[in-house]
């Protein structure tokens, strides 16, 4: 196996840019997949449909918000999956993987939770009920679930939450010993962002498992979510994902997109190319690190700019649909 992929890699060094595709270069790399975010809206769209389909470049998709506590628990204990079951969908008619997101967050959670004034032991059993439930619905389906997603402040603190407010940290292992027992065999993740670079919040991370492993709490990958600056990628981006790999866990790029100030220039292009080239390559180079996901694949329907004023062009591929020479980095990362 490592001959055949060896061989690959060396032929596809050969392969003109304009005909190289993503999964297969990961692959080649010994990783997993490469895959995307998308969201339901964006399904309407047929030319974005036809590439979110090509499984060259994405084998694995992540529901951007219809598996979110929101869309799937809106009421206590009315649970609804017809925004996720249409992705799952979707990935299963062309065989792509899929990532699960996300059981608990502190954001996009119904009025219900963050308003129901529940004492911890009802808390934690809506917790429990919400992950089984969410998990089990998905059963089979899914290959890992960013369980906890963003627990963290930036100096390594827990984050206030309805959640942590009420139960501590207790909320954390209820909710993967849920899962566990839901689908045995879903990789369980905790998922997060600004810990790309060595730091007080991946110190914090790299705590925070160590101690569930110790506990005998089900915990099975670190999710690196990597919504990045353009020329401020980490330069201990490699070295910190090797040090979450040597604790025994997964490593996965989760949510990566790499945003400049607009206007884009050539210069900001060029760096952004750079970029993600950096963060493609320190993933190869780690083998615990099994894949990357592209937090959506188009600038048509990145978050970004809804959410960073004057901010954008953060994907590989520009708004409409044409590959960016960020896609050309990716490529050269994976090479």
Request: proline share 4%.
């Given at each position: ?46 030319s ?5 389909e ?7 998709l992540?529901p ?7 869309a ?21 008619a ?6 699960g997101h ?13 308003a ?14 919400h992950?089984?439930?969410l ?8 290959l ?52 790309e ?9 790299a ?55 607009l ?20 993933c190869?180079?780690?083998s ?14 990145s ?33």
């Open positions: 196996m490592v001959k055949i992929a060896s061989l690959l890699a060396t032929i596809l060094v050969s392969v003109p840019f304009s005909a190289a595709q993503l999964t297969i270069l990961a692959q080649a790399a010994g990783k997993k997949y490469f895959g995307t975010a998308t969201d339901n809206p964006e399904l309407t769209n047929t974005y449909v036809a590439q979110l090509n499984t060259f470049d994405f084998h694995q992540t951007a918000n219809s598996m979110k506590w929101d799937t628990e809106p009421s206590r204990g009315n649970f609804t999956f017809s925004g996720g079951d249409q992705i799952v969908a979707q990935a299963e062309h065989r792509q993987l899929m990532r996300n059981c608990v967050w502190h954001n996009q959670l119904p009025d219900w939770v963050t129901g004034n529940f004492d911890n032991a009802t808390l934690l059993s809506i917790v429990q009920t992950c089984s439930t998990v089990r619905h998905y059963r089979g389906k899914i890992s679930w960013d369980v906890i997603n963003e627990p963290f402040n930036d100096d390594g603190t827990f984050r206030e939450s309805v959640f942590f407010n009420t139960t501590g940290t207790t909320y954390i292992p209820t909710a993967l010993r849920a899962a566990r027992a839901a689908d045995p065999h879903a990789k369980l993740y905790i998922n997060d962002f600004n810990i670079g060595t730091g007080a919040k991946s110190t914090a991370m705590n925070l498992v160590k101690q569930l492993k110790a506990e005998r709490v089900p915990i099975d990958g670190i999710g690196v979510q990597s919504h990045l600056i353009v020329g401020e990628v980490p330069s201990t981006f490699r070295q910190n994902l090797q040090n979450f790999a040597d604790l025994g866990v997964e490593v996965a790029i989760t949510e990566l997109d790499i945003r400049m100030t206007p884009e220039t050539p210069a900001l292009l060029a760096q952004q190319a750079e970029d993600y080239k950096t963060v493609i390559s320190a190869k180079a780690v615990g690190c099994i894949g990357v996901t592209v937090w959506d694949w188009t600038d048509k329907f978050w970004v700019p809804g959410t960073f004023a004057g901010q954008g062009a953060a994907c590989p591929w520009d708004e409409n649909f044409v590959k960016k020479p960020a896609y050309h980095g990716i490529v050269e990362g994976w090479l």
